[in-house]
């Protein structure tokens, strides 16, 4: 079974300010992880994703993450917010290599401070 | 190339009523999931469909039921309406074990 655990459902930052959303997951095999966006009224859009390999990865919009597997944790970053990226993100997890339906956290509300 | 579409975009119903959602997948996925998301939480698996069976169900009562077509299309059915029902339902579609996308969601208010 998966879990995933977002600390902080609001997080607030300046415009060009990093952006820091925190995301660990619980898993029994190796995760799958993905990082979605939505914007109101919408559905999710996905950021990236990690599957194997490098654990750095890179998404849409200037968004990063790294999977850190001893902290069972991948953390979405941007150096510097833009206005347009406030929205609600949600952290999701799924067995690795499987088919499974996505296990996802409660979400994080971005809010961007002119 | 059309993404995930779903219909209708909103509805209301009252309690104890039928609902019938439908989705079309992305052109070449296979596989269609659907989500319930409550108001303020992220979406909850309901249920997984791949060559018109369901493979995976998450903790939902038999009320949600669903059916994929051979086009690959979908539908999820929920009997007996309940005031806890009211939510964004969100369907998904991947080829395989791709990554899913998602649809804009359909706004169901039971009332």
């Known amino acids: 079974a998966q879990s995933v655990t977002q600390l902080g459902s609001h997080v607030s930052v300046s415009e060009g300010a990093l952006v820091l959303l925190r995301c660990n997951y619980s898993?029994?095999?190796?995760?799958?992880l993905f990082w979605y966006v939505q914007y109101p009224n919408q559905g999710l859009q996905l950021l990236l994703k990690?599957?194997?390999?490098?654990?750095l990865v890179k998404g849409i919009n200037g968004f990063e993450a790294e999977f850190k597997k001893s902290e069972t944790s991948f953390h979405l970053t941007k150096p510097s917010a833009h206005m347009s990226d406030a929205a609600e993100y949600f952290c999701?997890?799924?067995?690795?290599?499987?088919?499974?339906?996505?296990?996802f956290g409660k979400g994080t509300h971005l809010i961007i401070q002119p | 190339d059309a993404g995930v579409t779903q219909s209708p975009t909103h509805l209301i119903k009252t309690r104890g009523q039928q609902v019938t959602l439908r989705c079309s997948p992305k052109?070449?996925?296979?596989?269609v999931s659907w989500y319930q998301q409550a108001l303020g939480q992220g979406p909850q698996f309901i249920f997984q469909?791949?060559?018109?069976?369901?493979?995976q169900r998450g903790n939902f009562p038999d009320r949600f039921s669903g059916h994929q077509f051979p086009n690959y299309s979908s539908e999820l059915n929920v009997n007996a309406l309940l005031l806890g029902d009211s939510a964004l339902y969100l369907c998904?579609?991947?080829?395989?074990?791709?990554?899913?996308?998602f649809g804009p969601g359909t706004r169901l208010t039971v009332l």
């Open positions: 999701a997890v799924r067995a690795g290599g499987g088919a499974d339906g996505l296990t």
């Open positions: 898993s029994s095999v190796p995760p799958y």
């Open positions: 990690y599957t194997t390999g490098a654990t």
């Open positions: 052109s070449g996925h296979d596989t």
């Open positions: 469909y791949y060559e018109e069976e369901e493979r």
């Open positions: 998904a579609s991947n080829q395989r074990i791709d990554t899913q996308y």
